[in-house]
């Protein structure tokens, strides 16, 4: 079963900010929302994750709801190696093992 | 930088033949997982393993099989490929913590003439 709703694409301009935004409705209170990205096919690359509050690394901020049944990772200035597939993941719980299943993804498109 | 390898990262096969793919990790990581991607599409997992001698089928059905007898080495078997294996085939690793991030190989293509 689907646990996360992604827009299948975006565009964002060279500079500005991107947004991606993803629905987690069925969320469990133990469940941390990841972010994968992959760039041409190639292996999908560790953004960040967070349970409950906001989060922020060097790549992008993760902002969670407070429901926590959405949230939105944030690519403060988005260059053009930007340009990927998006995945948002709810890790499945501990019990069976902390297993990534990826869904459909948002395939961002960074414009000069 | 993650020290996860797969190899070969493109090969060509034929019919019937025979496949291991090769995927190893340097970073003493419990936890190793096969991905299997077709071009445009999203990824499923295959087969994961928590340990030396633990496997487990994921949640698309595979052919493939899979063993681990050291903690470093996870490879994949076709015994008879099929040109219906041909795909790209990723492996990742993570510690055993049930939150751990996973890292991934640059993954093998596999086409099946």
């Known amino acids: 079963d689907a646990k996360t709703t992604q827009p299948p694409s975006m565009d964002c301009a060279e500079g500005r900010a991107a947004n991606l935004p993803c629905n987690h409705s069925t969320i469990s209170g133990n469940e941390y929302v990841y972010w994968y990205r992959q760039i041409h096919s190639q292996g999908p690359q560790y953004i960040i994750h967070?349970?409950?509050n906001n989060e922020t690394n060097e790549m992008a901020s993760l902002i969670i709801t407070e429901d926590r049944k959405s949230s939105t990772l944030i690519l403060p200035h988005a260059t053009l190696r930007d340009t990927a597939v998006y995945y948002c993941?709810?890790?499945?719980?501990?019990?069976?093992?902390?297993?990534?299943?990826f869904g459909q993804g948002t395939e961002l498109s960074v414009k000069p | 930088e993650a020290d996860i390898y797969q190899t070969p990262r493109y090969l060509v096969i034929g019919t019937g033949k025979k496949i291991t793919l090769e995927c190893s990790q340097t970073m003493g990581h419990d936890k190793m997982y096969w991905y299997q991607q077709d071009p445009g599409m999203e990824l499923h997992l295959i087969h994961y393993?928590?340990?030396?001698?633990?496997?487990e089928k994921g949640d698309l059905s595979s052919e493939s099989t899979v063993s681990r007898i050291r903690t470093e080495h996870f490879p994949l078997t076709l015994e008879s490929a099929r040109p219906s294996h041909t795909s790209q085939y990723l492996c990742?690793?993570?510690?055993?913590?049930?939150?751990?991030?996973?890292?991934f190989g640059q993954g093998t293509r596999l086409t099946v003439v």
């Open positions: 967070g349970l409950k």
């Open positions: 393993s928590y340990g030396v001698n633990s496997t």
């Open positions: 990742a690793s993570s510690e055993s913590t049930a939150i751990a991030e996973a890292f």
């Open positions: 993941i709810v890790r499945v719980g501990r019990n069976q093992g902390g297993k990534l299943i």
